[in-house]
């Protein structure tokens, strides 16, 4: 019998490192000569998945040096069952990672026309529920989302100020109240084909993110298909646990 059909635990964990090796070289374009503990450390700051279990894949790459005589692929240790399946779960997460639109993001999204009155908008938000709406002008791009955090803070400050609640409510646009899209932390685009970990990631890198908007190209001239924000994180996290 072939050594290979002997160690079946090493021809999957070999597998698993092997299809994760190639993911992650194709999906960053980098050097196909990159050895795997490099790679994982290079991967880690641009991978949400890489970076949470950057320690066992590097430890796996050893094992795998650890295991195979290099020269024939001469299998000489079987690793355990938990550690191949271990393995096989990250692989699944880098080879075949769940889009952000089919698990935890939100489809029904409400947008507002950026010239309503804040008394609409905030009858919008109590009405619906959500905190962050989209915020579209006449030729349907964006130009911002409504946060009812925000909102109210602004309100609070108007009174104090001296301002009459009707004259907000009633002559202050949303559109005066947004910061531009492109020059605010707090949101941002994403392709309808972003990950779950992809999603996470700007989450990571942006503390003050409150929102991702998913649009069809990506692009802000573009109505949103889903909108994930920063109460799916959890959620997020759990899908990625036990997918």
């Given at each position: ?76 240790a ?20 769940p ?28 009405e ?31 009174l ?21 899209l ?7 685009v ?14 990571n ?10 649009t ?18 959890v959620?997020?996290?759990r ?5």
């Amino acid at each position: 019998m072939k050594n290979r059909e002997i160690f079946q635990n090493s021809k999957r964990f070999i597998d698993a490192y092997n299809n994760i090796d190639y993911a992650l070289k194709k999906r960053y374009n980098l050097n196909r000569s990159m050895g795997f503990s490099d790679l994982i450390r290079k991967a880690a700051s641009l991978n949400y998945t890489v970076r949470k279990y950057e320690d066992d894949l590097v430890d796996y790459g050893r094992l795998r040096n650890a295991i195979i005589h290099n020269s024939d692929d001469f299998v000489i240790a079987e690793p355990h069952d938990s550690v191949v399946e271990n393995i096989e779960h990250i692989e699944k997460l880098l080879v075949t990672p769940p889009r952000a639109i089919d698990t935890v993001a939100t489809k029904d999204v409400r947008i507002i026309q950026a010239d309503k009155c804040m008394r609409e908008v905030i009858t919008t938000i109590a009405e619906t529920g959500f905190n962050n709406i989209p915020v579209y002008n006449k030729q349907n791009e964006l130009v911002g989302v409504a946060n009812g955090q925000k909102i109210l803070a602004s309100f609070g400050q108007f009174l104090l100020s001296g301002g009459k609640s009707d004259v907000f409510l009633d002559h202050v646009q949303i559109a005066d109240m947004l910061t531009s899209l492109e020059k605010s932390n707090y949101y941002c685009v994403k392709k309808v084909d972003c990950t779950v970990e992809e999603a996470l990631d700007e989450f990571n890198k942006n503390h003050k993110l409150l929102a991702i908007l998913f649009t069809k190209k990506g692009g802000t001239n573009e109505l949103p298909v889903a909108i994930m924000t920063g109460s799916n994180i959890v959620e997020a996290q759990r899908i990625l646990e036990d997918y």
